[in-house]
């Protein structure tokens, strides 16, 4: 059967949320070197602008790579284990099969031409380095941009040390138009413009001696323009010198870009309060970003009261420590990784890391646990969205689990807790990384263990390891048995069902999840999954072909979940439910609740359930007739399973009625036909075979009634060529000449273009001239 690989977006590169100063002799030189090497390292100090750098030329480079440029941030991840897992995420590959994570990678890129972002490898650079030997070898079409403090040190790497900002020689009097001559000067000036704070005649010799002592390091000069708010240039001009001295003095061994660096953190540290170097310190723990809360429950205490921790984060944010960025309704705070490792430092010598990392495990611990008892209700969306954005900050709290001694009791908890995360929020393959740890420091099993043991054999027979998920749960039930735990033995006694299912063993899977249910019963625990215990049941109803048994399980789960707001089991009531209604014939019915499951299932980016309602949407298409298409769903479904895993589930329950569905939409539109649609299906991105599946297409939303619509008018190639030239200040006359040796222009051609763009005036053509240089 024909396929092909999906078509691919651009790429994930952010947008550009400030200016950036002309580094355009960088830039040409890492694209150079990047078209004769397929491993370009860009080093440097901290703050130099190495991710900066990497980010505009891959902007820069989007179109010569034909399945796009995409960014993998590392700054976050500590564990070496899970590099692959997260440039899998990056590429946003779903893949919940029994082969490797290296292994999907490697079967994604071949064939693929695309350049891969890592930015900031420097804690994981021999993780980093072997994942990037390997793809190189086995995907010829890839090529790989790094940003480290280090080389990767690997064959084929090369490296380039990404030079500071041009500054001026203070000993040489200044020229006029220094700050287009200097973009130290230039990247000072804009920034402090920024803040209010216009840089007069008198104040360019301080600010270039500023510039030039700082070595042109574009975030310690960004630290300094944002003390203008509280000092004149000749003040933190003084400050910096007794600073740099003191550093030097202790450190002679450092390069001179180190103590530069860490003289401009180190005053910018010592111009905050002493309260707000607690904060920064103890917020430092915080991997990713955090709320207002969190920083409340982990950074208060000896010194600084809860109350105060607002107006301290207000302090640090006004001073470029903090970062805010709004989040839906709430707003978030983070920390620069160079301003973040500054203040892990601190916390060390304070004495304070491990009660500060204790307190931000014991916030996590209690978010997984609360999400996870909120889980069985209305709210699972919203828990969905906190737990991504927590997504980091959750391994960090693991992995303080489970290297710090005595701390294996609350690891095993929250690995535990933390199931419908890993099992219904699209990460498995993480989860099983987690428990795996976690219960093999269970030498000697623990309550604890015990319930990390079923949600790992639960995990484990998702991802299709049924042996290793039936092995967990035998054990869960023995250690159950010994402690009396009932509720233990009946999830334990449910998953073990749900394995004899994949097994095919229908008879066995019934009576074990009639007995689990019969266990939840006396103890009156209703949760998702005391009603997957149903909807399984129901499952295997439905292959025993009982239909009105299995239509009348899923009623009743589906009515349950409505009454508690519950939709994640909801969906897999209803997808059973369509399966049930299109064994009965009834093909219109099992469209409907197909339909409403598949929404259901979008909002948690459940792949698996998502590929099992497409397939069951082409065998209701094809019966009625509509074969494109069911072919073209056909196409989407076989696009899903080569990243989910065995298509179908290797069972005859879902293999049979795909072969009807194929042969009927087959006759219905003749080979030919049936192929084109079938194709078109497995080109489809994710997002857009769902609104085909769902019989929805997605509108840009039109301007509101009286207003005029102002998005830009995409411009042509040779237009964007004209748009380059006016930025180098050509008159029109110029700019025809020289596109005439690629081909001929006409003057008036480009004034056109110039009108299409807005530029009617020599004035206004040399402010956007002058704004597009420097972005």
Partial sequence: MASSAPRQRVGNLPVEVSSFVDRREEVAEIKRLLSATRLLTLTGVGGVGKTRLALRVAADLRRAFANGVWLVELAALQDPDLVVDTVVEALGIQDQSTRGQLAVLIHYLQGRQLLLVLDNCEHLTSACAALVDTLLRAAAGLRVLATSRQVLDTDGERAWQIPPLPAPDPELPLPPGAAARYPALALFAERATARGFAITADDQEPVARICHRLEGIPLAIELAAVRLRVLRPEQILERLDDRFELLTAGNRTALPRHQTLRAAIEWSFDLCTHEEQLLWARASVFADGFDLAAAEEVCAGDGVAAGEILGLMTGLADKSVLI???????????????????????????????????????????????????????????????????????????????????????GLRMAAALWFYWSACGFPREGRHWLDRALALDTEPIREGVRARWANGWIALQQGHIADGESLLEECRTLARQWGDSSTMAHATHRLGFAALLRGDLSRAVALLEESLARFRPLGELNSLVIMARVGLAAAHVHQGDLDRAVVLCEEARAVCERHGEQWARSYALYYLAYAEWGRGETRKAAAHARESLRIKRTFHDIVGIVLVVDLLAWTAAAEGMGEHAARLLGMAHQLWSTVGLPRLGSEKWNTPHATCEAQARRALGNAAFEAAFQHGTELPLDEALDCALGEKRKSSPPAPGQKDTSPTPLTRRERQVAELVAEGLSNKDIAARLVIAQRTAEGHVQRILTKLGLTSRAQIAAWAVEHRET
Avoid: S
């Fill in 324 to 410: 805010c960025e709004e989040h839906a309704d709430k707003m978030r705070y983070r920390l620069l990784d160079t301003i973040r490792q500054f203040g892990c430092e601190r916390l060390r010598e304070a004495g304070e890391q491990e009660d500060v990392r204790r307190r931000h495990r014991d916030w996590y611990l209690r978010l997984a646990e609360g999400a996870e008892a909120e889980w069985f209700g209305p709210h699972q969306a919203t828990w969905f969205a906190r737990m991504r954005l927590e997504h980091a900050n959750m391994r960090a709290a693991l992995d303080f689990c489970l290297t710090e001694p005595g701390e294996i009791r609350t």
